[in-house]
């Protein structure tokens, strides 16, 4: 596929904080897009009036004449349970969306007839790693069922890739944050934070706030995942490279949204990596992709979003 050729587009989590953000932006390029979500977490008003939304799930036995009526050349599986936190308490429930039923769709889109297939991983497949930033050739130990799950996710599409002759891009997302983001997830803390900020109500921080994490814009997201769906099939870091602890995200938010009451320490949370940032130099040079949202500005815009939302729901 070439960049300036324009594809029939499913987005899976269409409706959701990194779906519908790239919904409007494949669709902003040109391409036909349809997206897919059972609105478990989604939101219709996340994306335009009147866009293509299925209103179903992943799993459900309809889902391949879905597609194949829609006939697209190329699906950006993002549906996922997507709580890291969650998969430990239910490890079955994580594995029958994450792995069963990722395992259905992408045997659904071949039977469809799709080119190519975008799988949304994550920087948890990595576990705790010892190289920060931690490029794709490094150990893969997951801490959590969660991480499990992706990595499985990764090996199936590659699975389907030889077997089917069709491109395999495995994106593994650092921690993504922006406007329509929930409080659940790997980048949950942001909205986490800025709802208890604007609420007045004490910010829990588990630990003592120095853990790290890679904090990626979903705007760069999007425009990563429009890239993979021409480039070089293979597995790539979607990040920064930069670490930035828990605490400075707290003082970021907290001085446009006014601090609230002191945080509270509380333990820290088992089957959480202590340090994570990723490599980002693979996608720069094979797909052409960096980041070009700074965190600064991009926690400015995400907060001011959260108290637009605050204010409107009063």
């Given at each position: 596929?070439?960049?300036?050729?324009?594809?029939?587009?499913?987005?899976?989590?269409?409706?959701?904080?990194?779906?519908?953000?790239?919904?409007?932006?494949?669709?902003?390029?040109?391409?036909?897009?349809?997206?897919?979500?059972?609105?478990?977490?989604?939101?219709?008003?996340?994306?335009?009036?009147?866009?293509?939304?299925?209103?179903?799930?992943?799993?459900?036995?309809?889902?391949?004449?879905?597609?194949?009526?829609?006939?697209?050349?190329?699906?950006?599986?993002?549906?996922?349970?997507?709580?890291?936190?969650?998969?430990?308490?239910?490890?079955v429930f994580d594995a029958?969306?994450?792995?069963?039923?990722?395992?259905?769709?992408?045997?659904?889109?071949?039977?469809?007839?799709?080119?190519?297939?975008?799988?949304?991983?994550?920087?948890?497949?990595?576990?705790?790693?010892?190289?920060?930033?931690?490029?794709?050739?490094?150990?893969?130990?997951?801490?959590?069922?969660?991480?499990?799950?992706?990595?499985?996710?990764?090996?199936?599409?590659?699975?389907?890739?030889?077997?089917?002759?069709?491109?395999?891009?495995?994106?593994?997302?650092?921690?993504?944050?922006?406007?329509?983001?929930?409080?659940?997830?790997?980048?949950?803390?942001v909205a986490v934070f800025?709802?208890?900020?604007?609420?007045?109500?004490?910010?829990?921080?588990?630990?003592?706030?120095?853990?790290?994490?890679?904090?990626?814009?979903?705007?760069?997201?999007?425009?990563?995942?429009?890239?993979?769906?021409?480039?070089?099939?293979?597995?790539?870091?979607?990040?920064?490279?930069?670490?930035?602890?828990?605490?400075?995200?707290?003082?970021?938010?907290?001085?446009?949204?006014?601090?609230?009451?002191?945080?509270?320490?509380?333990?820290?949370?088992?089957?959480?990596?202590?340090?994570?940032?990723?490599?980002?130099?693979?996608?720069?040079?094979?797909?052409?992709?960096?980041?070009?949202?700074?965190?600064?500005?991009?926690?400015?815009?995400?907060?001011?979003?959260?108290?637009?939302?605050?204010?409107?729901?009063?």
């Amino acid at each position: 596929m070439t960049r300036d050729r324009k594809i029939r587009v499913v987005v899976t989590g269409g409706a959701g904080f990194i779906g519908s953000h790239l919904c409007e932006h494949l669709s902003g390029a040109g391409h036909p897009v349809l997206a897919i979500d059972d609105l478990s977490r989604g939101r219709r008003e996340n994306l335009p009036p009147g866009f293509p939304l299925e209103t179903l799930a992943i799993g459900a036995p309809e889902i391949g004449a879905r597609l194949r009526a829609f006939a697209p050349q190329a699906l950006v599986h993002l549906a996922a349970q997507v709580d890291a936190r969650r998969s430990l308490e239910d490890p079955v429930f994580d594995a029958q969306v994450n792995i069963l039923d990722t395992v259905r769709l992408f045997a659904a889109a071949v039977a469809a007839g799709v080119e190519r297939i975008v799988f949304a991983s994550s920087a948890a497949v990595y576990g705790d790693p010892e190289e920060i930033p931690t490029p794709e050739d490094s150990p893969l130990d997951p801490l959590s069922p969660y991480g499990v799950g992706k990595l499985a996710g990764e090996g199936y599409l590659s699975f389907f890739a030889r077997r089917h002759g069709i491109a395999g891009v495995a994106l593994r997302f650092a921690n993504v944050y922006g406007p329509r983001q929930e409080s659940v997830g790997e980048a949950g803390v942001v909205a986490v934070f800025c709802q208890r900020l604007l609420t007045g109500l004490p910010v829990t921080i588990h630990g003592d706030g120095r853990q790290t994490r890679d904090f990626v814009d979903v705007a760069d997201v999007a425009r990563a995942c429009e890239l993979a769906l021409f480039g070089r099939p293979g597995v790539y870091n979607v990040a920064t490279g930069i670490e930035t602890d828990v605490r400075t995200l707290l003082a970021r938010l907290a001085a446009v949204l006014q601090p609230g009451a002191p945080p509270v320490h509380g333990p820290a949370i088992a089957g959480e990596p202590r340090r994570s940032a990723l490599d980002p130099s693979r996608a720069d040079a094979v797909l052409g992709f960096r980041t070009t949202q700074e965190l600064a500005r991009g926690l400015v815009r995400t907060a001011e979003w959260f108290r637009d939302r605050s204010r409107e729901a009063r």
